[in-house]
């Protein structure tokens, strides 16, 4: 495999196969599932699936450009990284790989609150368009000086999330008894023995390195060491988050400022009348409201309302480059990945991101070439079927 550029995987299932074996249950899972009967998580897959492209033929695609202009910021192809806490337990130091990945394919990635590695050493030894996301804890003034600490580190925009006021439920963390931080327990002890290559390549290579991993942008009283929730509970929400709250980071964040987790036209509609550069059209992936739509469904009634009033982004569902194309062309300017790139990571650092980035590449290449686009900025409602 070494010798094989493709490192023998094809698809985005082959590395998820690939991490479901590699990684320990509890934390496959926690990356993998969604929330409480996985409705939504399958909703978002198979929507999607149920759009049709309408190819036309006789077209010269002999020559196809996917790069794109997003934000006043050249991206290299109409994908981004989403944000992703568990990115540095699929492997050591994981976000600063995954986010080399990303520079080095000219695309954004997206630092999450929750990660394990210092915002300014992804700065540093990764650059390339950087986000950072935010949670809004229960004391306010925290969130806000982690984002003057995300200013003063060079990030180009702020992603503040709001989709999720109270934890959601996420019962199979409670019995797979992992933990964000990571923490051995017993019931985990046997699951992350079974994983002896995850075990020696991640944990114990931070031990040798300075300790088990913690939250490193949390303050320093909140930076728990692997002591604690199960994961997806670990993260103080705020139920009390208003609009004030996109009014005051606007006021204290100088750079673009997106809005993640909209699903009503009304709020996107609010988030731009609010001065938000962006907004991404989520359900966290299936991860929190089960009963939410698809976030493709969602997307054409937020292209009405918006008007073009701010840049659309959205995630949740998307496995295959055709999505992406499907996406583009029902109004959307780009989308971000976040499950689909920790697969990689999970598999090979770095190379398996970069992997990951490539396969997106080439099926949207070829679904362009297919349908008869040169350009993905001529994509339209012409080229959906129906």
């Not at 969130?143 to 109270?166: I, M, Q």
């Not at 606007?250 to 809005?259: D, G, T, V």
Request: glycine share 10%; charged share 25%.
């Amino acid at each position: 495999m070494a010798n094989d550029p493709l490192m023998g995987v094809y698809s985005v299932d082959d590395l998820r196969e690939i991490a479901r074996r590699k990684l320990p249950r509890g934390l496959f899972e926690f990356i993998d599932r969604g929330n409480d009967d996985e409705v939504a998580m399958r909703d978002n897959i198979e929507a999607i699936a149920r759009i049709k492209l309408k190819p036309r033929v006789l077209a010269d695609v002999s020559t196809r450009k996917l790069a794109t202009t997003v934000m006043g910021r050249e991206w290299k192809m109409p994908v981004g990284i989403g944000p992703t806490g568990s990115a540095g337990l699929t492997w050591y130091q994981g976000e600063i790989a995954l986010a080399k990945a990303a520079a080095k394919a000219g695309i954004p990635f997206t630092l999450a609150t929750g990660s394990m590695t210092a915002m300014e050493r992804v700065v540093q030894e990764a650059g390339g368009i950087l986000w950072f996301q935010l949670y809004m804890w229960p004391e306010r003034a925290l969130s806000h000086k982690l984002v003057e600490r995300a200013r003063d580190a060079g990030y180009e925009a702020l992603v503040f999330t709001v989709d999720t006021p109270v934890a959601p439920g996420r019962e199979y963390n409670l019995r797979n008894g992992f933990m964000i931080p990571f923490k051995f327990t017993r019931r985990n002890v046997i699951d992350v023995s079974l994983h002896p290559g995850w075990l020696f390549s991640v944990i114990c290579k931070y031990l040798v390195n300075g300790g088990l991993p913690k939250y490193e942008n949390f303050p320093a009283h909140m930076q728990t060491r692997i002591t604690a929730l199960p994961m997806g509970r670990s993260m103080a929400t705020n139920p009390s988050m208003s609009w004030d709250d996109v009014k005051a980071l606007r006021e204290l964040w100088p750079r673009q400022l997106i809005i993640k987790g909209i699903q009503h036209p009304a709020d996107a509609l609010k988030a731009a009348e609010l001065g938000a550069d962006a907004i991404i059209i989520s359900n966290h992936g299936g991860r929190v409201l089960d009963s939410a739509p698809p976030t493709i469904d969602s997307l054409p009634g937020i292209v009405a309302a918006v008007k073009g009033r701010t840049t659309i982004l959205i995630d949740s569902g998307f496995r295959r480059g055709a999505d992406v194309v499907k996406a583009l062309a029902m109004g959307a300017d780009a989308v971000l990945l976040g499950r689909a790139p920790l697969y990689g990571t999970a598999f090979a650092g770095e190379a398996g991101a970069a992997r990951v980035i490539q396969l997106y590449r080439d099926e949207i290449d070829r679904v362009m070439g297919l349908i008869g686009c040169r350009d993905v900025a001529d994509l339209g409602p012409e080229h959906i079927a129906g």
